[in-house]
């Protein structure tokens, strides 16, 4: 029998959505001068080490959380100055769009340009003085159900596991975490999240979620071309026809700026690899005039959910709810999913204290959520932007922005009309047969870079000896279909490069080097046979991003 | 018996050291810090003492800014019963430290004091014999084993080409090498428990120590980057290229 440990409340994942679910808790318990216990797991080895996000936030909740979180000191310290939009026609060219042209969702005054990582480590010592037990280096791994089906809470996988199953010296069971209230925030693709969907049927009614990959890299630049404040975003080259996605770079504070590329994981060419298009990129005239003469400081990667309003699942259940990415709560029109996660993990708050204070004793599901959600500025938000991420998909990056000119600016995304796109993003990939190769340039070790070195930036490691955590359902899949039909394209979409195929004398071989991962999920996501499962490997493995 | 280990927090093993644009120090801003991995063998090695009945209590210590006080919960959490954090502005080097710790070992006269054999982070492995040195106690460096026998301690050490192993009168100071143990994990209900353990926090003003400056860092310099490496053609332009261009033949 495994240890168990009782709790009112237990958060899956200490991302802005879980932290600002569990200091909401605490507050409204503080106020309401009633006991309550909340405790967090974080499978990342600190709060922060797996997030990785832009980040242009949007100050909302976070000013509805903490209205004085300036004097408190979290680290939203440079306000956006100058907002440039481009249009990248080739490696050289490129038109910059006057302000008048831009959809109102992408104007960023009043916003902040942060690390996400660092506004974590804010909120985690917030709520730590609020009273909710936070536990990084230990990964939810199983949800636990009462007899009745509704859920019980989780528990933590098992540490000291040999690769081939067998406890080693240093072997400790994972322990039971139960709850009245379960919050599942484990961000885009949670695997946990993935099961209760499941169970569930969370999804009967939205449409087929969508996502995209962000890579991003982290800069030190030469300090007279730093303009804190800067925000560029832009889309076109270097992704080719059929691909859609967009890139970022940012000036923070420090003299460091961000860059980085988000490619829509509903992308058709098997050949394509957001990795290498990403390091293409930034020889783009418009990016190199900031990289050059600056020192690559961290690199990382992980996936977003993008489906929005149209692909909300039902976030509540019996024992727990769904909050931030890991429902899909990102507003795809402003590429920003921070305000909304939070939003969504304090409603969830709202709706549990409310219910364990009138002594709810759990297992039910919290159907005054949907209330509570409905009438947010999160739903009425969320709604306004229904239209941007399939217009983008159907009409193609020009076209789609065109409409989204007019549905956000003329219309302020009221048009009376919903589009929808239900193909799954893994059905989406075609056969090598119907495209060329692409050629990659090779990397000058200035600008541009290979795959090792950078994920030796994002100081990714896992315990070397210990069960692979990428489970393949089918061993054969990968040599036998994928590799054929598709040219194994886990090779190329893996931005860790985990996945190889490597030619053996018997013929090609299957390679999957698990401790490189990046916990971005983009094998489970894109896999076009659907045969990867990510797992949770033992906590505190995987990335230790620094101000990501 | 009481057994006394010193911590030290240091910069995670996972994360590569950055040096700062003026080559002044290593840079950690934003860096995940985390105990030594040698500190984290002495805990092991003290609390399975403890557990197998040889030592009584075991007390943790360590030097440094409050957030060090992180390691001390985190050898709390594994096993140790309570922390001493002594409070400095910056990490002090090896002299200062064993001054210190030696004061703490006047006052808390432990039967054997467990040591990391260096910091991975400025790898000066001094400290132990320092201390010994200072407190004119027997020492056991680099060990790979620890017995309690009669009333010594036998150490294992590992030396070149082989093992050595010693018995000393205790109080003794023993250093662990990498081989000694695998360090369990810290348990959920454990790290709970560890954060109501006694800590208590002293400065160097308290302990009656002036913290002298002996040395300097000069310069930190990050490894000179390897050239990429190229393919020749034929043996002939490979003698060439070693003879004229990297001339080491
Ligand atoms: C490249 C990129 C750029 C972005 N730019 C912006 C931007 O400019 N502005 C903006 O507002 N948003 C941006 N976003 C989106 C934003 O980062 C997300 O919407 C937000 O992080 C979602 O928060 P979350 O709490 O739902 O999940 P996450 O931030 O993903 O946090 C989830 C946490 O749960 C942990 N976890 C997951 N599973 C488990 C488990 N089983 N057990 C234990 N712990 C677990 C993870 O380690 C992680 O710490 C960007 C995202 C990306 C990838
Ligand atoms: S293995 Fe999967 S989750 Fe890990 S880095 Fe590669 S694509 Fe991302």
Redesign the interface.
Known sequence: MRESMEFDVVIVGAGPSGLAAACKLMQQANEAQRALTVCIVEKGSEVGAHILSGAIIEPKAINELFPNWQEMGAPLNTPVTEDQLFMFLNEQKSIQFPNLCVPKTMHNQGNYIASLGNVCRWLAEQAEQLGVEIFPGFAASEILYHEDGSVKGIATGDMGISEYGQQKDSYMQGMELHAKYTLFAEGCRGHLGKSLYKQFDLDAKSDEQHYGLGIKELWDIPADKHQPGLVIHGSGWPLGKGTSGGFFLYHTENNQVVAGLIVDLSYQNPYLSPFDEFQRLKHHPVLKQYLEGGRRISYGARAITKGGFNALPKMTFPGGLLIGCNSGTLNFAKIKGTHTAMKSGMLAAEAVFEAINNGCEGRKELMDFDNRFKSSWLYEELKQSRNFGPAMHKFGTMLGGTFNFIDQNIFGGKLPFTLHDNKPDYAQLKSIHDYDTIEYPKPDGKLSFDKLSSVFLSNTNHEENQPCHLKLTDLQIPISYNFPAFLEPAQRYCPAGVYEVIEEETGPKFQINSQNCLHCKTCDIKDPSQNITWITPEGGGGPNYPNM | MKILVTVKRVI?Y???A?VK?DNSDVDL????M?LNPFCEIAVEEAIRLKESGAATEVVVVSIGPKACQEQIRTSLALGADRGIQIETDTMPESLNAAKLLAKVVEAEQPGLIIMGKQAIDSDNNQTGQMLAALLDMPQGTFASKVELIGEKVHVTREVDGGLQTIALNMPAIVTTDLRLN????A???N??KAKRKPLVVQTPVDLGVEMKTHTQLVKVEAPTERQ?GIKVNSIEELIEKLQNEAKVI
Not at chain 2, 29 to 32: I, L
Not at chain 2, 182 to 185: F, M, S
């Open positions: 995670d996972n994360v590569k950055r644009a801003a934003n860096t995940k985390a695998e360090p369990r994990y348990s959920l209900p790290i709970m990429a």
